[in-house]
Each structure stands twice: as structure tokens, then as C-alpha cells.
T-cell receptor
């Protein structure tokens, strides 16, 4: 069965600090992975996605994620966070019918 | 390009009452999804439509939840009767359905339901 684990529930960082949010998945088929972000008061937006090819994926706003098959991981990174990155971040794996299985999310608070 | 539209944005009802949510997907998107997001959890798929046919409704509590997409465009999700544990945000998403594993889902703003 598909599942996603996000181990960090709430992360607090100062501006300019580096960010890494963990995501581990469980899925037996072809792996398609996503990171979505939800800014306060806004809807879920796609940050980046991995379908195949280069395991290092670059997304919007300076975010990137690395797919490591041997570790079943798809961690999200950003070298220097800004106050505007304060949001909730969701990792998801796509199932066989193109539906998404989400993790529980990680709330990021960036302190100016 | 207009995004996924949902209404109402907020709804408060008492338990045992009924409620309906509406979703208008992005124009041309064949696939439509309804997710339930309980506070502190990630979204969970309730039902998936491809045009006006159901692809997956295995997680839909069919004794109280129903959904339809009669003309393959708009969709409604209904709860009757509502229970306290139905308090959640109900998200609608749509995708082009261009091919397996290549679809990106676009989400609407959601409807926040509170059951008292």
C-alpha cells in the first residue's frame, strides 16, 4: 500500500538558514513524487515534482528535492529560507490511478 | 487561466444535517478529485472521476457521502447526515489526465466544514 511519512511536524528557522524537510514513501510501482505548499490562507500549490530522469529536481522559489531510491526518500531543500516561505509543506506519492497519497505535512515558520 | 473554483468557502452545520459542496474544475480537465483534509493531517482522497465516470471511490463513506459529476464538468459532494468527525476541509482538484503518472493536480481553495 502507498504511504508517505513526513517526520518533521513543525520546523522553526531564522531567515537565511538552510532548510531540509524529510519525506519517505512506500510504494511498489513506478514512483512519481510531489511536494505541495500551502501558504497561509491560500490553496495547495505544486512546488516541484519527480517523474523520471535526473533525481535532483528543481522547483519554484529556489526549492529543490532529491529522489534517493535506495532510501525511499524525497527530501525537500532550500539553501536560504525567507520569511515568505512560512507555510505548510506536503509530500505526496502518486498511486496507480493517478491519485495522490499525502504525508501529514510539515509546518515551517521562518522568523525574520 | 482560471483555477479550480469551489463553493461555499465555509459552512457550519449541526450534526445529522445535510450539506453539499460544489466544484468547477479547470476548463478542459478530464479528471476531478475530492479530498478530505482533517486538521493536522494531509489530504485524503475520497473519490476520483474521469469525465463523468468514477475511477476510485474506495475511501468514500458511502453510507453518508455521495458525489456526482453528471456532465463531466462540475461536481457536487454531499454529506447526509453529517457527523462531528466530518469536520474538515474538503478539497477539489483537477488534472488533464494526459497519461499515467504524468498528471499534475491543481487544487481549489477548499470548503471548510464545521459540524457542531
Amino acid at each position: 500500500a502507498q504511504s508517505v511519512s513526513q517526520h518533521n511536524h513543525h520546523v522553526i528557522l531564522s531567515e537565511a538558514a538552510s532548510l531540509e524537510l524529510g519525506c519517505n514513501y512506500s510504494y511498489g510501482g513506478t514512483v512519481n513524487l510531489f511536494w505541495y505548499v500551502q501558504y497561509p490562507g491560500q490553496h495547495l500549490q505544486l512546488l516541484l515534482k519527480y517523474f523520471s530522469g535526473d533525481p535532483l529536481v528543481k522547483g519554484i522559489k529556489g526549492f529543490e528535492a532529491e529522489f534517493i531510491k535506495s532510501k525511499f526518500s524525497f527530501n525537500l531543500r532550500k539553501p536560504s529560507v525567507q520569511w515568505s516561505d512560512t507555510a505548510e509543506y506536503f509530500c505526496a506519492v502518486m498511486g496507480g490511478a493517478n491519485n495522490l497519497f499525502f504525508g501529514t505535512g510539515t509546518r515551517l515558520t521562518v522568523i525574520p | 487561466e482560471a483555477g479550480v473554483a469551489q463553493s461555499p468557502r465555509y459552512k457550519i452545520i449541526e450534526k445529522r444535517q445535510s450539506v453539499a459542496f460544489w466544484c468547477n474544475p479547470i476548463s478542459g480537465h478530464a479528471t476531478l478529485y475530492w479530498y478530505q483534509q482533517i486538521l493536522g493531517q494531509g489530504p485524503k482522497l475520497l473519490i476520483q472521476f474521469q469525465n463523468n465516470g468514477v475511477v476510485d471511490d474506495s475511501q468514500l463513506p458511502k453510507d453518508r457521502f455521495s458525489a456526482e459529476r453528471l456532465k463531466g464538468v462540475d461536481s457536487t459532494l454531499k454529506i447526509q447526515p453529517a457527523k462531528l468527525e466530518d469536520s474538515a476541509v474538503y478539497l477539489c482538484a483537477s488534472s488533464l489526465a494526459t497519461g499515467v503518472g504524468t498528471d499534475t493536480q491543481y487544487f481549489g481553495p477548499g470548503t471548510r466544514l464545521t459540524v457542531l
